[in-house]
């Protein structure tokens, strides 16, 4: 149990163009999910926190209108990148938690995003 | 703030051990560990929720020193498929927030 999906794994865009990137919790219900941006060798990075039905939480130096995140309902988050720009390829992971009191968060597989 | 993760890197020959460490300069209220493999999310290991709590699973074990606000993850006669890199994570006050350390890249050889 407890499977969270992307969609897409990896996308291909060019430059000035927006990307929606899908987070899905398939067997359970996500009170809250989390998106992270990876850059090569380097740690996971929050970019925001969204709960259903409300605004996401971003984190600081994130840019709420560049990186728009929509939590509609308790399977469903999208991360919406407008305008991508190189600098913004990366591996997008989002993750999610459920009503367990063990707080594990469950890793969805990842988005590359390129930009060219 | 970021957990700092020790060693940065290491290097194993199958069979040997390791030990990754993990220490936040707040106070620890959970530690979580996670390994990911290159080009895939992180996979969940273990939760340590108390402190002085030590957990296992095969021969992947983890301690968590809460008056010491430190956890580490103890790998034993390691194998092939442990390599990759492994990542402590913490949580905030309010719990909703989980917080990753610069990763640990373990590279096991035959």
């Known amino acids: 149990g407890a499977v969270v999906s992307q969609h897409p794994s990896w996308v291909i865009c060019k430059s000035g163009t927006s990307v929606k990137i899908e987070c899905r919790s398939l067997d359970f219900q996500a009170t809250t999910m989390f998106w992270y941006r990876q850059f090569p060798k380097q740690s996971l990075m929050l970019m925001a926190t969204s709960n259903e039905g409300s605004k996401a939480t971003y984190e600081q130096g994130v840019e709420k209108d560049k990186f728009l995140i929509n939590h509609a309902s308790l399977t469903l988050s999208t991360l919406t990148v407008t305008s991508a720009h190189p600098e913004d390829s990366s591996f997008y992971i989002c993750?999610?938690?459920?009503?367990?009191?063990?707080?594990?968060?469950?890793f969805g597989p990842g988005t590359r995003l390129t930009v060219t | 703030q970021q957990p700092v993760q020790s060693p940065q890197a290491v290097i194993l020959r199958e069979g040997e051990d390791a030990v990754i460490n993990c220490s936040s300069s707040k106070a620890l209220y959970s530690v979580h560990w996670y390994r990911q493999k290159h080009g895939e999310a992180p996979v969940f290991l273990m939760i340590l929720l108390k402190g002085g709590e030590q957990k296992g699973h095969d021969k992947i074990s983890a301690s968590f020193n809460e008056k010491k606000q430190q956890s580490s993850l103890y790998l034993t006669a390691s194998q092939l498929s442990y390599s990759g890199t492994y990542f402590c994570g913490i949580f905030n006050n309010a719990g909703n927030m989980l917080t990753f350390g610069g990763g640990t890249r373990l590279m096991v050889k035959p």
């Open positions: 993750s999610a938690t459920g009503t367990s009191s063990t707080y594990e968060q469950y």
